[in-house]
Nanobody, 124 residues
């Protein structure tokens, strides 16, 4: 099982950009799919984006498509979420997660490891 640590959250104005990073420990990270989820205050956890183990397949929630880009670097055991044109409704705690299945999935139950989360706040 891999251990995950997110970084890069913060406060940004609407229309701005942020880049979240997820550092993974463990030699098997390259065989895991990686995903990003978020939870806004008072709301349920929401799928954001997923990338397959090889990085060849990407999947996005409709709410972020065209604004967010997920990527990974298996040589460095890292994954990123580039967020542009941020909106106040993007405000949430963002979590990265890893899935042994290796393919992209929006289902939280498919993910085996989770980070502790990083806060993103978008002001209007």
């Amino acid at each position: 099982q891999v251990q995950l640590v997110e970084s890069g959250g913060g406060l940004v104005q609407a229309g701005g950009s942020l880049r979240l990073s997820c550092a993974a420990s463990g030699r098997t990270f390259s065989s895991y799919a990686m995903g990003w989820f978020r939870r806004a205050t008072g709301k349920e956890r929401e799928f954001v984006a997923s990338i397959s183990s090889s990085g060849s397949n990407l999947y996005y929630a409709d709410s972020v498509k065209g604004r967010f880009t997920i990527s990974r670097d298996n040589a460095k055991n890292t994954g990123d979420l580039q967020m542009k044109s941020l909106k106040p409704e993007d405000t949430a705690v963002y979590f990265c997660a890893a899935a042994k299945v290796g393919y992209t999935t929006w289902r939280p139950s498919m993910y085996d490891s989770w980070g502790q989360g990083t806060q993103v706040t978008v002001s209007s």
